[in-house]
C-alpha cells in the first residue's frame, strides 16, 4: 500500500468530519435539506465520528501499525450512510439518495482501492 494513498484518504476525511462540525448547513443541503438544530446535533456527531475514526488510521499508520482495520470501518462507514439514506429517502430532498451513492460510494470505492493495495 503506498502510505501517502492512505495518508490522502484518512486526511481527507478528517477534513470532512471537520466540515460537517463548522459548517454542517453548507455540508449537507443537498443531502439532508436545510439543517434544523436537532439535524446540526447529529451532524457535528457524524463529523466527530469521521475525525476520530480518520485520525485514528493517521496515527496508527505513522506510528508503523496496520491500517487496513481503519479503512475498513471507513468503508463501512460509507456503506452505512447509502443505506441510511436509502431508507429515509422519503423525507429528503429529491435526488438525495442518488448523490448519496455517489459520493460515499465513490468514497468507499477510494478507500477500497488502498486498502487493496496494502
Not at 5 to 27: F, N, S
Not at 46 to 73: N, Q
Request: charged share 15%; glycine share 12%.
Amino acid at each position: 500500500m503506498k502510505r501517502s494513498a492512505a495518508l490522502t484518504v484518512l486526511g481527507l476525511r478528517v477534513a470532512y468530519g471537520a466540515a460537517l462540525i463548522a459548517v454542517p448547513d453548507k455540508m449537507v443541503k443537498s443531502w439532508l435539506g436545510p439543517a434544523n438544530d436537532p439535524l446540526r446535533v447529529s451532524l457535528r456527531g457524524l463529523g466527530a465520528r469521521e475525525i476520530g475514526i480518520h485520525t485514528a488510521g493517521i496515527v496508527v499508520l505513522l506510528t508503523g501499525g496496520d491500517v487496513r482495520p481503519w479503512l475498513i470501518v471507513s468503508i463501512a462507514g460509507d456503506l452505512n450512510d447509502i443505506a441510511a439514506t436509502a431508507i429515509g429517502r422519503s423525507g429528503l430532498p429529491e435526488k438525495s439518495a442518488v448523490k448519496t451513492a455517489a459520493a460515499a460510494g465513490g468514497s468507499a470505492a477510494l478507500t477500497a482501492a488502498v486498502l487493496a493495495a496494502s
